[in-house]
């Protein structure tokens, strides 16, 4: 395996906030601890002024944008190429990949080496299968690996790698207890979570992370005798108002309207995860991996999700005991009674560690460089 300083180049769309922003920020300061260049193409946003203190190098260009002008970015980006000469052009997003792909086709040998990652399950077609060009095509989870393979069967299996991702257990560490001033005005703030059993449901504001079964997750509970509240974290977004008011009138007509909160996007997760009872994952549809988790988790945090995708992937690994059908509500209510009466011990993080990510991603680097 090659051990000389290598340059690599990470294209995504943009750098506002997201898993796939979170990964390049975290695969960029990797390279640089390691002593390699890492120089990262985008639009910009609120992250490149972190990016840029951990030591990488960030060069905007509008390579996200669906539009056919954007097809003028694949000639300045093989000037980007040719002037930064990298080792290794990392494309994770379906539109910078198509450039990055036509930019490198036009250019004569050596040139930089092609790698991607399907971070997400995304609709198949022409369109997502470039993702699966890479000379070696990283995948978030085995859920992903597969559902490559089902799609576009003609993809070399050998060429996939399997590389999750991974949770800092300094930043989510184990056992951690909020102080108590934290703990005093996050219950002022939702004073209609005090007092009782807390769930937790993680998300965007979208139907599709399950805010529904959720709320009659909730609603059964309650009909069995258990005191418990429920906090749907990040939902309260920017243009979801006709959602949230449809929440809300679900959770009065079952009669836990005043058991409920709903939050914006907040940057204290761990601490909300830390005082919660249990930790929801009800996606209705397959998630590639399910951080949200593994955070949980590594905080020694129960876990109650549906059993497919990337989560399940998870949960049967870590937590199998939180795993439930998907849709199946019964059973919902069945386990969440079952975790919040006595919840199976949990152990330290082993795996889906940061540093388990960053290695084995600098390691696929260097063996593609030679």
């Known amino acids: 395996m090659s051990t000389r300083r290598l340059t690599v180049m990470q294209l995504l769309p943009a750098l506002d906030a997201g898993g796939v922003e979170r990964s390049t920020l975290e695969i960029g300061a990797a390279l640089v601890a390691a002593g390699h260049r890492?120089?990262?193409v985008s639009a910009g946003g609120r992250l490149v002024e972190r990016l840029a203190a951990q030591g990488s190098e960030h060069i905007a260009l509008d390579i996200g944008r669906k539009s056919v002008f954007t097809l003028r970015h694949v000639g300045t980006l093989r000037r980007a190429f040719a002037g930064t000469t990298p080792d290794i052009v990392h494309a994770r997003s379906r539109l910078p990949a198509w450039l990055a792909w036509r930019a490198l086709?036009?250019?004569a040998e050596p040139k930089p080496h092609f790698i991607t990652t399907?971070?997400?399950?995304?609709?198949?077609g022409w369109y997502s299968a470039i993702l699966t060009r890479g000379e070696r095509v990283i995948c978030v989870s085995n859920a992903v690996r597969d559902y490559v393979l089902r799609h576009y069967p003609r993809t070399e299996p050998g060429r996939l790698t399997v590389i999750t991702r991974g949770v800092d257990p300094a930043e989510f560490p184990f056992g951690h207890a909020p102080e108590d001033a934290w703990r005093q005005r996050f219950f002022a703030e939702f004073p209609q979570l005090a007092g009782g059993m807390?769930?937790?449901?993680?998300?965007?504001?979208?139907?599709?992370?399950g805010h529904a079964d959720a709320i009659e997750l909730l609603a059964g509970l309650v009909a069995r005798g258990l005191d418990c509240r429920l906090?749907?974290?990040?939902?309260?977004?920017?243009?979801?108002?006709?959602?949230?008011?449809?929440?809300?009138?679900?959770?009065a007509q079952r009669g836990v309207a005043a058991r409920l909160a709903i939050s914006a996007p907040r940057a204290d997760v761990r601490d909300v995860y830390a005082v919660s009872n249990l930790v929801l994952q009800?996606?209705?549809?397959?998630?590639?991996?399910?951080?949200t988790v593994v955070e949980a988790i590594a905080l020694c945090r129960p876990v109650l999700g549906y059993a497919h995708g990337g989560v399940g992937d998870v949960l049967a690994e870590l937590y199998p005991d939180g795993r439930v059908p998907p849709g199946d509500t019964i059973r919902l209510v069945e386990r969440a009674a079952e975790l919040l009466r006595r919840a199976p011990p949990i152990a330290p993080l082993k795996r889906f560690r940061l540093a388990d990510m960053?290695?084995?991603?600098?390691?696929?680097?260097?063996?593609?460089a030679g």
């Open 358 to 368: 960053q290695a084995a991603t600098l390691d696929l680097y260097a063996q593609v």
């Open 105 to 107: 086709r036009g250019m």
């Open 38 to 40: 890492s120089i990262v």
């Open 282 to 291: 009800l996606s209705t549809k397959p998630e590639a991996f399910g951080r």
């Open 118 to 124: 399907v971070h997400g399950l995304n609709s198949p």
């Open 231 to 251: 906090l749907l974290l990040g939902a309260d977004e920017p243009g979801r108002a006709a959602y949230l008011r449809e929440l809300r009138a679900l959770a």
């Open 198 to 209: 807390l769930l937790t449901l993680p998300g965007r504001g979208t139907r599709l992370k």
